[in-house]
């Protein structure tokens, strides 16, 4: 298994605490950006929580993610004024930037992952798009290409 | 001569960041005697970037909507004692656009925000920071403090409006080894961000407001329940309870006391549904986040199943200030059953967005267009959506409500934690009660049925109307789910969940019959029932349309009429917003 010194590290950290199952996938996931079948396996198995357990935490909250994800992850705000602001224009231009259907996520080269989020709020700036912890507001069709582009 | 830089997450969105670098180069390369600060969120969000300069004889005045460009004349100016004032919008000292919008306002749970540096400890601590912990633990019986609290009348304000010091009675009451406090952090209602503004403008208030409650019912460990999608408060959060620890307002022996006390910090990992006390629990204690039948309460049983106290961010943050200055001092603002003040994100179709503060009472009406300063481009007032996805829309003829919990419920919507977004006619208020159906349609955690299963029914009939293949019958169908849904659902997502469906019907059902039976949305949202075509009157065929258009559906010569072919036009509205002759239409 690769990182594994990282892995033992942070199954060490949390072993035997109370509530780790989700500060431990947190963790867990920030190494790979996912969480594979493999690492949740081993995890369990070092620490005794129930595979089942750590699965249905992962597939219950939005922030796990079960397959690998881009270097950048982009995430549309769909809150209450980015909706009224037009937010899935925004959403859709977004995805024929990149190239994505409605049933992708991911770009073929690994750069980019898309998501829609609740509520970023910065509610004055609609609509907004955060990439990784940077947020973009005001944005327009336009607007959005320019800003995909400066990213590396 | 000072400058404050306004550098909360939505400056940072819009250019905070920069302004404050090229300030910085500016005052190092000539040299200038400034002290240049950093701050959160001032509250103006529509007017960002923004920076407050207070001159060397005194005067102070709040710059917006800066660029690069501004800075050095705006600089220059104030250093000349004579501040250039095109771009100021705010001045106790000059006439200023925005003086009214602050005038109006009463400012308790952000007292500080947008003021004071979040990040340092001493600059809290010079404006009254923990003294009101002091003054508890030296002065204070837990009894004198419960006594106070409620007295003051304050009420949860993350939305259901139970008493503060009467929940604090309860877990006070109730004996154990070990209890917990948590503040919930988890703001998840769209169009609601009051909880990141104080979190990320003054992190130590909620802290402070943790400490006394901790000591009240006798909790020597807290926790913080911060939503993952604000990384900026949680690195505030952060800092601020390592600050605090260090100085010893956090750890063990506070001020010489027996009084110890131990905080962290839990991220959300995304679920709307923690909002819910017991979910929330859960999800501390490393579980899905499902909310648990109460009674029993977390007073009684909590974390872990100890007796647990927990509020909102907002209830916290106005626990220093009600210690400080006692409870007759608050109860002068707001109403008899609603004291004090309250905060507000208002947002949407509204001139001036951001984050408020007004007494308890206040009229809707004069929220919208005293503070905010009216509605944008001048365009109809249509609906204020009070309560996120729990809550409803209110139109025009209640706008006169005051904003109590009360009133505000018997207009059918609820006040919430204080999202108010504001709808002119461009919205769509089916279109409305959809999008906040398929958010807590996607939110339910599953668990009660009608939530599960009813809220679905309810999106696809209230999809069916917006592509214009409703029929009459739906609308009492939607009714009679809705009433089901509340009526079985265990916890506030479930039982609230309706609410935007049914404020629509009750307020908007011309809307509803305008979809169904004429096939038309009159907001000009509902892709499926409309068209965008060109006046021939108007197009002087600039080209412009479709160069836009995505779909190479428009096609025309330079000089010439273009037309729309309906075949190939997908409706994005690129060609609407394009056209500067007013040429292209939604009919």
Same mark, same amino acid.
């Given at each position: 298994m690769e990182n594994k010194n990282e892995i033992d590290a942070i199954i060490t950290k949390y072993k035997g605490k109370k509530g780790a199952t989700i500060p431990l996938l947190q963790d867990l996931q920030s190494i790979e950006g996912f969480l594979s079948r493999e690492i949740m396996q081993y995890a369990s198995d070092q620490t005794g929580i129930k595979i089942a357990d750590m699965y249905g935490v992962a597939t219950f909250y939005s922030m796990f993610r079960l397959k690998p994800q881009g270097r950048h992850i982009i995430k549309v705000c769909k809150g209450t004024a980015c909706h009224v602001s037009g937010a899935e224009t925004i959403f859709h231009a977004i995805q024929s930037h990149l190239g994505l259907t409605d049933l992708e996520d991911t770009t073929d080269d690994g750069k980019y992952t898309v998501m829609e989020v609740a509520c970023l709020g910065c509610c004055s700036l609609a609509p907004v798009m955060m990439i990784d912890e940077e947020t973009h507001g005001k944005l327009t069709p336009d607007s959005v290409g320019k800003i995909l582009d400066r990213y590396e | 001569m000072e400058i404050k830089v306004g550098l909360a997450s939505c400056g940072l969105a819009a250019g905070a960041g920069a302004i404050y670098d090229g300030i910085k180069d500016y005052i190092s390369s000539k040299g200038l005697d400034i002290e240049l600060k950093k701050t959160a969120c001032i509250g103006m969000c529509f007017a960002e970037p923004i920076i407050e300069i207070t001159t060397d004889d005194g005067k102070n005045i709040t710059y917006g909507r800066l660029t690069d460009a501004d800075i050095a004349p705006i600089i220059d100016s104030c250093l000349q004692n004579n501040p250039l004032l095109e771009k100021a919008i705010l001045s106790p000292d000059y006439d200023c656009p925005e003086n009214d919008n602050k005038a109006s306002q009463t400012r308790i749970v952000l007292r500080n925000a947008g003021r004071i540096d979040p990040e340092s400890i001493d600059e809290y601590l010079e404006n009254d920071g923990y003294k009101s912990l002091e003054k508890v633990l030296k002065e204070m019986t837990p009894e004198e403090v419960i006594k106070e609290i409620k007295d003051s009348g304050l009420r949860g304000r993350g939305g259901a409006g139970f008493s503060t010091g009467l929940k604090w009675q309860f877990a006070w009451q109730n004996e154990s080894d070990k209890k917990y406090v948590i503040c919930n952090a988890d703001e998840g209602d769209p169009g609601a961000f009051m909880d990141k503004g104080i979190l990320e403008g003054d992190p130590h208030s909620v802290i402070e407001g943790m400490l006394i409650c901790a000591y009240t019912i006798g909790a020597d460990e807290g926790y913080v329940y911060c939503r993952a999608e604000y990384p900026l408060a949680v690195r505030h959060l952060k800092k601020a309870i390592a600050d605090a620890t260090e100085r010893g307002y956090i750890g063990d022996n506070i001020f010489g006391s027996d009084f110890c006390f131990d905080l962290h910090i839990k991220e959300g990992a995304g679920a709307f549904v923690c909002g819910e006390e017991t979910a929330l629990i859960g999800s501390i204690e490393g579980k899905r986040g499902m909310p648990n039948l109460r009674p029993p309460f977390p007073a009684k049983s /909590?974390?872990? /199943?100890k007796p647990t106290n927990n509020n909102n961010v907002e209830t916290y943050g106005n626990i220093p200030w009600i210690i400080l200055h006692g409870a007759s001092e608050y109860r002068k603002y707001g109403t008899e059953t609603c004291a004090g003040t309250k905060a507000f994100a208002l947002a949407g179709k509204i001139r001036n967005s951001g984050l408020i503060e007004v007494p308890m009472g206040t009229p809707l009406r004069k929220v919208i267009y005293g503070v905010g300063g009216g509605m944008k481009f001048d365009k109809p007032f249509k609906a204020v959506q009070l309560g996120g996805p729990s809550g409803g829309c209110i139109p025009e003829h209640l706008l006169d409500t005051p904003v109590e919990y009360e009133t505000i419920l018997k207009t059918g919507a609820i006040m919430g934690s204080g999202g108010m977004v504001v709808m002119d006619s461009d919205t769509c208020m089916i279109d409305i009660a959809r999008f906040f159906l398929n958010f807590t349609q996607n939110e339910s955690c599953g668990k009660c049925t009608f939530c599960r299963i009813g809220t679905k029914r309810m999106l696809e009939i209230l999809n069916r109307i917006t592509r214009g293949e409703g029929v009459l019958e739906d609308i009492d169908t939607l009714d009679k789910l809705a009433h089901q849904i509340i009526d079985t659902s265990l916890c506030g997502l479930g039982k609230s969940a309706p609410n935007p469906v049914l404020t629509t019907i009750k307020y908007f059902r011309e809307e509803y019959i305008a979809h169904i039976v004429d096939k038309k949305c009159p907001a000009g949202v509902c892709t499926a029932l409309l068209k965008y075509t060109i006046d021939a009157g108007k197009c002087v065929g600039c080209t412009a349309c479709a160069r836009k258009c995505p779909a190479d559906a428009i096609t025309g010569k330079v000089k010439q009429v273009h037309v729309i072919d309906q075949d190939k036009c997908i409706k994005c509205g690129a060609c609407y917003e394009a056209c500067r002759f007013d040429a292209v239409v939604k009919v």
């Amino acid at each position: 298994m690769e990182n594994k010194n990282e892995i033992d590290a942070i199954i060490t950290k949390y072993k035997g605490k109370k509530g780790a199952t989700i500060p431990l996938l947190q963790d867990l996931q920030s190494i790979e950006g996912f969480l594979s079948r493999e690492i949740m396996q081993y995890a369990s198995d070092q620490t005794g929580i129930k595979i089942a357990d750590m699965y249905g935490v992962a597939t219950f909250y939005s922030m796990f993610r079960l397959k690998p994800q881009g270097r950048h992850i982009i995430k549309v705000c769909k809150g209450t004024a980015c909706h009224v602001s037009g937010a899935e224009t925004i959403f859709h231009a977004i995805q024929s930037h990149l190239g994505l259907t409605d049933l992708e996520d991911t770009t073929d080269d690994g750069k980019y992952t898309v998501m829609e989020v609740a509520c970023l709020g910065c509610c004055s700036l609609a609509p907004v798009m955060m990439i990784d912890e940077e947020t973009h507001g005001k944005l327009t069709p336009d607007s959005v290409g320019k800003i995909l582009d400066r990213y590396e | 001569m000072e400058i404050k830089v306004g550098l909360a997450s939505c400056g940072l969105a819009a250019g905070a960041g920069a302004i404050y670098d090229g300030i910085k180069d500016y005052i190092s390369s000539k040299g200038l005697d400034i002290e240049l600060k950093k701050t959160a969120c001032i509250g103006m969000c529509f007017a960002e970037p923004i920076i407050e300069i207070t001159t060397d004889d005194g005067k102070n005045i709040t710059y917006g909507r800066l660029t690069d460009a501004d800075i050095a004349p705006i600089i220059d100016s104030c250093l000349q004692n004579n501040p250039l004032l095109e771009k100021a919008i705010l001045s106790p000292d000059y006439d200023c656009p925005e003086n009214d919008n602050k005038a109006s306002q009463t400012r308790i749970v952000l007292r500080n925000a947008g003021r004071i540096d979040p990040e340092s400890i001493d600059e809290y601590l010079e404006n009254d920071g923990y003294k009101s912990l002091e003054k508890v633990l030296k002065e204070m019986t837990p009894e004198e403090v419960i006594k106070e609290i409620k007295d003051s009348g304050l009420r949860g304000r993350g939305g259901a409006g139970f008493s503060t010091g009467l929940k604090w009675q309860f877990a006070w009451q109730n004996e154990s080894d070990k209890k917990y406090v948590i503040c919930n952090a988890d703001e998840g209602d769209p169009g609601a961000f009051m909880d990141k503004g104080i979190l990320e403008g003054d992190p130590h208030s909620v802290i402070e407001g943790m400490l006394i409650c901790a000591y009240t019912i006798g909790a020597d460990e807290g926790y913080v329940y911060c939503r993952a999608e604000y990384p900026l408060a949680v690195r505030h959060l952060k800092k601020a309870i390592a600050d605090a620890t260090e100085r010893g307002y956090i750890g063990d022996n506070i001020f010489g006391s027996d009084f110890c006390f131990d905080l962290h910090i839990k991220e959300g990992a995304g679920a709307f549904v923690c909002g819910e006390e017991t979910a929330l629990i859960g999800s501390i204690e490393g579980k899905r986040g499902m909310p648990n039948l109460r009674p029993p309460f977390p007073a009684k049983s /909590g974390l872990w /199943g100890k007796p647990t106290n927990n509020n909102n961010v907002e209830t916290y943050g106005n626990i220093p200030w009600i210690i400080l200055h006692g409870a007759s001092e608050y109860r002068k603002y707001g109403t008899e059953t609603c004291a004090g003040t309250k905060a507000f994100a208002l947002a949407g179709k509204i001139r001036n967005s951001g984050l408020i503060e007004v007494p308890m009472g206040t009229p809707l009406r004069k929220v919208i267009y005293g503070v905010g300063g009216g509605m944008k481009f001048d365009k109809p007032f249509k609906a204020v959506q009070l309560g996120g996805p729990s809550g409803g829309c209110i139109p025009e003829h209640l706008l006169d409500t005051p904003v109590e919990y009360e009133t505000i419920l018997k207009t059918g919507a609820i006040m919430g934690s204080g999202g108010m977004v504001v709808m002119d006619s461009d919205t769509c208020m089916i279109d409305i009660a959809r999008f906040f159906l398929n958010f807590t349609q996607n939110e339910s955690c599953g668990k009660c049925t009608f939530c599960r299963i009813g809220t679905k029914r309810m999106l696809e009939i209230l999809n069916r109307i917006t592509r214009g293949e409703g029929v009459l019958e739906d609308i009492d169908t939607l009714d009679k789910l809705a009433h089901q849904i509340i009526d079985t659902s265990l916890c506030g997502l479930g039982k609230s969940a309706p609410n935007p469906v049914l404020t629509t019907i009750k307020y908007f059902r011309e809307e509803y019959i305008a979809h169904i039976v004429d096939k038309k949305c009159p907001a000009g949202v509902c892709t499926a029932l409309l068209k965008y075509t060109i006046d021939a009157g108007k197009c002087v065929g600039c080209t412009a349309c479709a160069r836009k258009c995505p779909a190479d559906a428009i096609t025309g010569k330079v000089k010439q009429v273009h037309v729309i072919d309906q075949d190939k036009c997908i409706k994005c509205g690129a060609c609407y917003e394009a056209c500067r002759f007013d040429a292209v239409v939604k009919v």
